[in-house]
């Protein structure tokens, strides 16, 4: 499942395109700094609307890694299952009931096919045609960090093994 960055977002590079659910860690909490995985599962529990509230353990037992170091930071992305299907209009309907403003940083999801991602190729405008769950074609522009990913030869495998997992 991918979101789409609000339109009315100041970052207006990112308005409109679709991207994972991502975020920075925070480093200086009021207690103790956060884990990886703590963040992790605080951006997928924000901007899912608190729906995909994920246990540790769950996530750890449902999730490929990818990790990369670029000058200046590090990248590090969990790619966990869900553990149910929730509609696009169920999702949008929980993120709408939201006052939380961290929970409003996507304005629509789509779930779309992994194999889509490993053998289509966005445009020179970040464009890329893939197929949600129930096979409809959809154009959807992308996020530019969401497209460097998809130029990584270990991200591909990562969606690979996914694929093969669910091809299962």
């Keep these: ?3 789409r960055e609000r339109i009315d977002l100041e970052e207006r590079k990112a308005a409109g395109k679709y991207s994972e659910f ?4 925070e480093l200086v909490a009021p207690n103790k700094p956060e884990t990886f995985l703590e963040g992790c599962l605080r951006e997928c529990r924000e901007e899912t609307a608190s ?6 353990s769950y996530a750890l037992s449902k999730s490929y890694l990818y990790f990369d170091t670029k ?3 590090e990248i590090a992305i969990i790619i966990i299952e869900a553990p149910k299907y929730v509609s ?5 309907l929980q993120r709408n009931a939201q006052k939380d403003i961290h929970m409003l940083d996507k304005d629509d999801f789509k779930w779309l096919k992994v194999r ?5 190729k966005p445009n020179e405008s970040g464009v ?3 197929k949600d769950l129930e096979g409809n074609s959809t154009i959807i522009p992308l996020r530019s960090f969401f497209l460097e990913y998809l130029k990584d030869e270990n991200f591909l495998n990562i969606l690979r093994q ?3 997992k669910n091809a299962s």
Excluded: A, C, W
């Design 1 to 3: 499942m991918l979101g």
């Design 128 to 130: 890329i045609t893939v």
């Design 51 to 56: 729906i995909y509230n994920l246990h540790p």
């Design 71 to 73: 000058p200046q930071r």
């Design 162 to 164: 996914i694929d093969k």
């Design 116 to 120: 889509d991602f490993i053998h289509n």
């Design 88 to 92: 696009r209009e169920d999702l949008l």
């Design 22 to 25: 991502s975020g920075s860690m």
